[in-house]
């Protein structure tokens, strides 16, 4: 009995960690709110799911971990000053410091997490 029920613990843990990858089906991705969901297609997607790109694929659990562990603040300054390859202001001109933030957790996949 005692077996059975560390199993039963063992795999609703498994259905709650995070895919460590990209999701099968990530080009097809978008923010819920309408604003945002335009903002990121016409500024964020191109690059966010496109391998050849570069850029850390939208909800890329294995990408965005330890991008996320150097903080918001960093990824919002990425973001904003520009990084890499990423131009300045992720070539969202429309962006408001609020958009880029909620974009940035839209594409780590961290929407609804604490501030």
Same mark, same amino acid.
């Given at each position: 009995?005692?077996?059975?029920?560390?199993?039963?613990?063992?795999? @609703?843990?498994?259905?709650? /960690?995070? +895919? &460590? %990858? *990209? +999701? #099968?089906?990530?080009? @097809?991705l978008? *923010? &819920?709110? +309408?604003?945002?969901?335009?903002?990121?297609? @016409?500024?964020?997607? /191109?690059?966010?799911?496109? $391998?050849? #790109? %570069? /850029? $850390?694929?939208?909800?890329?659990?294995? /990408?965005?971990? +330890?991008?996320?562990?150097?903080?918001?603040?960093?990824l919002?300054?990425? =973001? =904003?000053?520009?990084?890499?390859?990423? $131009?300045?202001?992720?070539?969202?001109?429309?962006?408001? $410091?609020?958009?880029?933030?909620?974009?940035?957790?839209?594409? #780590?996949?961290?929407? %609804?997490?604490? @501030?």
């Open positions: 009995m005692k077996h059975l029920l560390t199993l039963a613990v063992l795999v @609703s843990l498994a259905a709650c /960690a995070k +895919p &460590a %990858g *990209p +999701p #099968a089906d990530y080009a @097809s978008a *923010p &819920a709110d +309408p604003r945002l969901a335009q903002l990121y297609e @016409s500024s964020c997607k /191109a690059c966010h799911v496109n $391998p050849a #790109a %570069g /850029a $850390p694929l939208t909800h890329d659990a294995r /990408a965005w971990v +330890p991008r996320w562990h150097q903080g918001e603040a960093v919002l300054d990425h =973001v =904003v000053q520009g990084y890499r390859a990423m $131009p300045a202001g992720g070539q969202c001109a429309a962006c408001t $410091p609020q958009d880029f933030k909620a974009l940035i957790r839209f594409i #780590a996949d961290r929407e %609804g997490e604490p @501030s």
